[in-house]
């Protein structure tokens, strides 16, 4: 991104094979190797048959006579006692997770029985895997909510979704909601989730907007600075604790969420100084001269996520390739290091 391209408003408010031969024979070549002229037969059919001499008969082979084999002996196993086998029930999961199951009579095309399942198991950085398997609803939009985030995926041929989601509460519950309106819950322990500092901002459609972080002083393209194009990853929260940014949802869809979410490791930061959010908004043909919405989610300490919805006007079109930078739209993180 380039600073000439963008314009900064301050205090702006927002809403939310196989292969075939062929061998050509003489005729007459054969005839001359395997047959005989009609006077050659003639003469030797005209030619006495001598009875061989009994010196010169050959001695006969004894005709050999085949054995037919015994007949097999048949043997009687016995079964072993069923304490022999000991308990073949499958052990439970130990790890640690979460799984909800709604069950049906119902079969899928594939012949996999309708049951949809949901499950949730911890991640790095204090983020959970969410699982759903829903296998007679392949292809179907669904909306995800968790804690005020909610955004919208699709999932696979086979019914199968899976997303990575920052945790927004120690105990943390999700929700996803089917085509036809079913609904499936889980919940998951995530202890170290109050020790990440998170902001989210959540929009629908195609806003063209994203979510930037600046930490520490980092300016535009620096390692710092995290956002969409340069999100990193959980692994980099954990390893030099350091933020992440993640983007959840698809405004391919009609109507669909997109919530982008950034976390840094509050709890051990390295550094002292303070973490400049802003949100920017690129002027293109879908947003421009139109008001776009959306939300933002934001946590006092010790406190739930609280969420404001905001309202943007676009310039022109004539504007389109621009960028909007939100100052004051959202508090900084200030950080002590420790």
């Known amino acids: 991104m380039k600073m000439n391209r963008r314009t900064t408003m301050a205090g702006t408010v927002f809403f939310a094979a196989l292969a075939t031969g062929y061998v050509t024979i003489d005729p007459e070549a054969l005839a001359s190797r395997f047959m ?6 003639g003469a030797q059919a005209l030619q006495p048959i001598q009875a061989a001499s009994a010196e010169t008969v050959p ?3 004894a005709e050999a ?9 048949i043997v009687t196993l016995e079964l072993p006692a069923p304490e022999m086998f000991g308990d073949r029930t499958p052990a439970a999961d130990t790890g640690a997770g979460s799984e909800a199951v709604a069950e049906t009579d119902a079969f899928s095309p594939f012949g996999l029985r309708c049951n949809t399942t949901l499950k949730a198991e911890p991640g ?4 959970v895997r969410l699982r759903l398997s829903a296998p007679c609803h392949g292809g179907e939009v669904v909306t995800i909510r968790h804690e005020g985030l909610h955004f919208t995926d699709v999932t696979g041929s086979d019914g199968i979704l899976t997303e990575l989601i920052p945790a927004l509460a120690n105990d943390a519950t999700f929700e996803i909601t089917l085509a036809d309106g079913t609904k499936v819950q889980t919940a998951l322990e995530v202890p170290k989730a109050e020790s990440y500092e998170r902001v989210a901002l959540q929009w629908q459609g195609k806003a063209g907007l994203e979510l930037h972080a600046f930490e520490f002083g980092a300016g535009y393209g620096d390692a710092g600075h995290v956002h ?7 692994e980099r929260a954990v390893r030099q604790r350091a933020g992440f940014l993640t983007r959840l949802g698809r405004d391919t869809i009609p109507g669909g969420w997109v919530s982008e979410i950034y976390s840094y490791p509050s709890a051990g ?8 959010i802003s949100i920017e908004a690129e002027i293109t043909a ?10 933002t989610l934001l946590r006092d300490a010790g406190s739930p996520f609280d969420t404001q919805s905001l309202t943007l006007s676009i310039p022109g079109c004539d504007a389109i390739g621009q960028f909007l930078v939100l100052s004051d739209s959202m508090p900084d993180l200030a950080f002590a290091a420790n």
């Open 269 to 276: 930061a390295r550094e002292r100084g303070a973490i400049r």
């Open 286 to 295: 879908a947003n421009c001269g139109k008001a776009v919405s959306a939300e």
């Open 124 to 127: 790095p950085a204090a983020t």
């Open 36 to 41: 005989m002229s009609s006077a050659d037969a």
């Open 65 to 73: 006579v085949p054995t037919m084999p015994a007949e097999p002996a």
């Open 59 to 61: 001695v006969a082979y």
């Open 228 to 234: 969409a194009t340069a999100p990193y990853s959980p």
